[in-house]
């Protein structure tokens, strides 16, 4: 319940107006009941009053012209006017309510998107994060009918005082006896509906799994290999098997809550029918009149009905509020990579370089070191070429040039200043980098490239720039609608482009970026040899002023660097020079052999 004061807060927020106007009508609406019922009994009083006074009744002219039948017509017509008005106030509250949730889920969407962005890149690797992000995005579906019912449930309680006030008038404590016999029925609801969240919540990792498992046997991304493979059959099992448990759970805890329930309102039934017998007893000694007995009937029932659905929907707002934990406390997650309060912009130029102090870092959960012990620098304005073995660490170590990660040990300076004592946004801006997984935006060519800076997202002249420089000029004039192309084949418009080609969009991105220091992760490994080739001379020649650091695994490539770091098991091995590596015979040289053999 603690969580429904922030939820109300973030409704007020999305929208003053239309949360104001949502009470006022469902205030206005919550009267309506007893207002229709007393104007009844009414009409009832007044029509046994009628046929006692010997109306002319031989045609309706006749007992109209003789002025009796007045009073009972106005009765008539303000019951007819309260049911046209009820059914209209409802449909605004429903249309507000609709608006409403609308606004408020398309927030609440917008919010978890922010919030996720400023999470750290260790914060989404990390499973039980998944999990705890799928259950929040799913609540800001899922919780649109909450607003609803709560705003329901404050109806319903005006409605249920407006009753109870008639009803005490007549019979004081047959109001006691219609709660109390309302209670079991109330604390069934929500004990299973407390099962029904940790049920729930105890499944979130498979659920994952199914929409993953789903999800793999049927996209455009996996369609080819699922195919060729013949996966189909695979999937569909594992689906099958994990969907059948959770199934199980779910009808087994279904099954309880319907026989319970069925019992404990039982309960209240009975409590209702006992007031019943006692009001027809009191009719009959002629305590109540007949518009009495209809009205102390109907009221009961409708009491009886509203307390049910009162308390029920309690038990379901509490429920579903129990769910608003995870968004809460995804919200609750804060970063721990961030910038100091003080923190310094990047010198401009940078003077010096990097330097790896000790630096030496674990992937969370991790019992290896991805990198331990390494010491290096790369110097401004040099090309520094990182080799190694598949492990080695060469992504790692980039990753911490980005702040993605910070060391666990050791220091990484810049200018000779801790990397950590500068403003974080500013040093991405200064990094370039492309990673060997570089993500391919299903938007058009030019917003490909755009994307690599933002801020100037849509200048053609930077982005064609950018294009010449990456060598995706060629591959752009090629496409039907050239810059405005969409690529991918997510989207019906879209065209599919092949491995070199999107990587020449993902290196031409980089050079829109225009940074200090440019990173390239093995991002040619689908390029032919020719454009490799190309690539690498125009990035050696293109980095002239900047630092540059590039990770492949051809050794033509990454001979032309000024300089060439040996990885091996999260440790720097050996550097030097292209020549001087190979004179001094270690791994560089054997590797360099193995691949230089093969070409022979
Ligand atoms: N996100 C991650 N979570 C946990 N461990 C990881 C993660 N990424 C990499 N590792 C581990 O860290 C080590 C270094 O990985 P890294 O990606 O830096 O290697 P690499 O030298 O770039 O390899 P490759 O040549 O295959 O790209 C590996 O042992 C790998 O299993």
């Known amino acids: 319940m603690r969580n429904l004061p922030p939820f109300l807060r973030e409704i007020w927020a999305s929208s003053p107006w239309l949360t104001s106007a949502s009470l006022a009508l469902r205030l206005v609406r919550a009267l309506m009941p007893v207002a229709t019922l007393y104007v009844g009994k009414l009409i009832i009083d007044e029509a046994v009053r009628l046929v006692g006074a010997h ?50 889920s398309n927030e609440t969407s917008i919010r978890l998107m922010e919030h996720a962005a400023t999470l750290d890149l260790e914060d989404f690797e990390d499973p039980d994060l998944q999990d705890q992000l799928d259950r929040a995005r799913r609540q800001t579906m899922g919780r649109m009918n909450l607003l609803s019912q709560l705003f329901g449930q404050a109806q319903t309680a005006i409605t249920v005082v407006s009753f109870a006030v008639g009803l005490i008038a007549y019979a004081p404590w047959l109001m006691l006896l219609l709660a109390i016999a309302m209670i079991p029925a109330f604390v069934g609801e929500s004990h299973f509906n407390a099962i029904n969240y940790s049920l729930n919540f105890q499944w979130t990792p498979e659920r994952r799994q199914l929409d993953y498992v789903r999800q793999m046997g049927a996209s455009v991304e996996t369609a080819k290999e699922v195919k060729i493979f013949n996966l189909n059959r695979f999937f569909i099992e594992r689906f099958r098997t994990l969907a059948q448990q959770m199934f199980l759970a779910n009808k087994a805890l279904a099954a309880r809550r319907a026989f319970w329930g069925t019992l404990l309102s039982a309960l209240g039934t009975l409590g209702y029918y006992a007031a019943y017998v006692y009001i027809a007893w009191r009719t009959v000694k002629g305590d109540f009149s007949i518009g009495d007995l209809t009205f102390l009937a109907g009221s009961f029932r409708q009491l009886g009905n509203l307390l049910e659905s009162l308390l029920i929907g309690f038990s379901q707002v509490a429920g579903q509020a129990l769910f608003l934990e995870d968004l809460y406390s995804f919200y609750d ?97 200064n990094i370039g980098v492309i990673f060997q997984d570089f993500v391919r935006y299903h938007l058009s060519a030019g917003e490909n490239i755009g994307v690599g800076d933002v801020d100037d997202m849509f200048n053609q002249e930077r982005i064609a720039e950018a294009a010449r420089k990456g060598m995706a000029d060629e591959v752009i004039a090629s496409l039907p609608n050239g810059y405005d192309q969409l690529i991918g084949r997510r989207f019906k418009t879209g065209v599919d482009l092949s491995g070199g080609q999107w990587q020449k969009i993902a290196i031409a991105r980089a050079y829109m970026r225009d940074a200090q220091v440019m990173i390239l992760d093995e991002p040619t490994a689908a390029l032919d040899a020719r454009s490799e080739f190309e690539v690498f001379q125009r990035f050696k020649d293109l980095s002239e002023g900047r630092t540059a650091v590039l990770i492949s695994h051809r050794f033509s490539s990454v001979r032309m660097a000024d300089r060439i770091l040996v990885l091996a098991n999260g440790k720097v ?17 054997e590797l360099f052999e193995l691949q230089a053999a093969g070409y022979r």
Not at 361 to 368: I, L, Q, S, T
Not at 573 to 589: F, I, N, P, W
Request: hydrophobic residues 45%; charged residues 25%.
């Open 573 to 589: 091995e050996a550097s030097g020079t292209h020549e001087q590596l190979m004179a001094q015979g270690g791994r560089y040289a």
């Open 55 to 104: 109306v002319p009744h031989d045609t309706l002219s006749a007992a109209w012209h003789s002025g009796e039948l007045s009073h009972l017509v106005q009765l008539l017509l303000l019951e007819f006017a309260l049911a046209i008005a009820s059914d209209l106030f409802g449909r605004m509250v429903a249309y507000v309510d609709s608006v409403l949730s609308e606004k408020f």
């Open 333 to 429: 997650i804060k970063p721990e990579i961030a910038s100091k309060p003080d923190a310094s912009p990047i010198p401009k130029p940078i003077s010096c370089g990097f330097v790896f102090e000790n630096v030496g870092f674990r992937y969370p959960d991790a019992e290896k070191w991805a990198l331990r012990g390494v010491e290096f620098e790369l110097h401004a304005g040099e090309v520094l070429a990182l080799v190694g073995e598949n492990g080695a660490g060469k992504t790692t170590l980039v990753k911490l040039l980005a702040r993605l990660y910070d060391p666990d040990e050791g220091r990484i300076l810049l200018d000779g200043r801790d990397l950590k004592d500068y403003d974080l946004d500013d040093l991405r801006a």
